[in-house]
């Protein structure tokens, strides 16, 4: 078997992506069980000039499925729009991405191989193919903002550890 850019992309994003939406539902039943707001995890930072964990959230969407929907337009640009509000847009946010990657096929993911495609932030303009952008961009900043949201909810408390980051494996069949 020929392992693909699909192979290697939206079956990562949507295993990934589960997890976080399981770890949005721990939150915030967290926030519940210590009295905490919704928005002191929604707001929480690593650091002081780090984006906060609603931020990582529209990231990871950003990277997974926006890296898709780039690349079959040929272009990327960071997506303007407001962070998740609230736990419920977290989880909207979450399971909008799954259901969209759910539908992306293997023939078209694969047929992306070699085409153009640029990263467009202001005056800035980088040239990619589909699968160097998808793989040397997208893929790296969709770990980075997937471990960070991980990371905030450890630094906020939450009893998770690798197993929760990882969540359903692609283990053989057998």
Same mark, same amino acid.
């Given at each position: 078997m020929t392992f693909s850019? @699909?192979?290697?992309? !939206? /079956?990562?994003?949507?295993?990934?992506?589960?997890?976080?939406?399981?770890? *949005?539902? +721990? *939150?915030?039943?967290?926030?519940?069980?210590?009295?905490?707001?919704?928005?002191?995890?929604?707001? &929480?930072r690593i650091i002081d000039d780090m984006e906060p964990y609603s931020f990582q959230i529209k990231a990871v969407a950003m990277q997974s499925?926006?890296?898709?929907?780039?690349? +079959?337009?040929?272009?990327?640009? /960071?997506? /303007?729009?407001? @962070? /998740?509000?609230?736990f419920d847009a977290v989880r909207e946010k979450l399971d909008s991405?799954? &259901?969209?990657?759910?539908?992306?096929?293997?023939?078209? !993911?694969?047929?992306?191989?070699?085409?153009p495609m640029q990263f467009k932030l202001k005056e800035m303009v980088i040239p990619f193919t589909a699968e160097g952008f998808l793989m040397s961009f997208s893929m790296p900043n969709f770990h980075f903002h997937t471990t960070t949201?991980?990371?905030?909810? +450890? *630094?906020?408390g939450l009893d998770i550890g690798k197993v929760n980051y990882l969540g359903q494996m692609q283990i053989a069949a057998g």
């Open positions: 850019l @699909y192979d290697a992309t !939206v /079956p990562v994003f949507i295993q990934l992506l589960e997890s976080q939406r399981q770890l *949005a539902d +721990r *939150a915030e039943a967290h926030c519940k069980e210590q009295g905490m707001s919704d928005d002191e995890i929604l707001n &929480a499925m926006g890296g898709i929907e780039a690349v +079959r337009k040929g272009s990327f640009s /960071p997506d /303007p729009a407001a @962070y /998740p509000d609230s991405t799954i &259901a969209a990657l759910k539908e992306v096929s293997a023939d078209e !993911v694969n047929s992306f191989l070699g085409q949201a991980f990371d905030i909810l +450890r *630094a906020q």
